[in-house]
């Protein structure tokens, strides 16, 4: 017979590897990212640039473009950026367009790429209950978020979180499909 405490320890020890395996499960979902979009036309959107001037998403059909949302005060999307940048550079003879959008206020986004810039367009994301985050798919509203939109215009991919550099370039490159 278990005394006491070893019966509390190791029924610690079960709602501790219960919690744990739940909480990786909740993990997979949230980067699935599954979104609502995936196989429909993205949304006729018109977001200003930082200057103030309006572009449309579907200004970029006939680009793949990886449309990804940030923010200044997420680490996550900060530590991104660079490869995203890199990816840029990288994929933009062969027609493809990384698109930040940012969901944050203007001065902090302006103040941030001025000491961070990066190579590759950035608008600013309309916030509030029915902004650019939730007409984008993004049902869980968690940064970054970013979808991949192939030359037609469709969202073929989506996914919550940091991509990694294996995750871009099998988004990117030309000979791969997206997941």
Not at 158 to 165: D, E
């Amino acid at each position: 017979m278990l005394s006491r405490g070893t019966g509390l320890i190791l029924a610690l020890a079960v709602l501790v590897a219960a919690l744990g395996g739940w909480l990786q499960h909740r993990s997979t979902q949230l980067h699935r990212a599954d979104s609502p979009l995936l196989g429909k036309a993205l949304p006729a959107l018109s977001l200003r640039d930082l200057n103030g001037v309006r572009h449309r998403l579907d200004d970029y059909r006939g680009h793949r473009v990886l449309v990804n949302l940030w923010a200044t005060w997420c680490g996550p999307c900060l530590r991104e950026m660079p490869a995203l940048n890199r990816a840029q550079a990288s994929y933009a003879k062969q027609g493809v367009v990384i698109l930040g959008i940012a969901m944050d206020q203007p001065s902090r986004v302006r103040r941030f790429l001025a000491s961070h810039p990066v190579d590759y367009p950035i608008l600013l994301g309309q916030l509030g209950a029915s902004g650019t985050s939730l007409q984008l798919g993004n049902t869980g509203e968690l940064l970054p978020y970013s979808l991949l939109i192939n030359a037609e215009g469709e969202v073929v991919a989506s996914h919550a979180g940091a991509l990694s550099s294996a995750q871009l370039t099998q988004w990117l490159a030309p000979t791969r499909s997206p997941p």
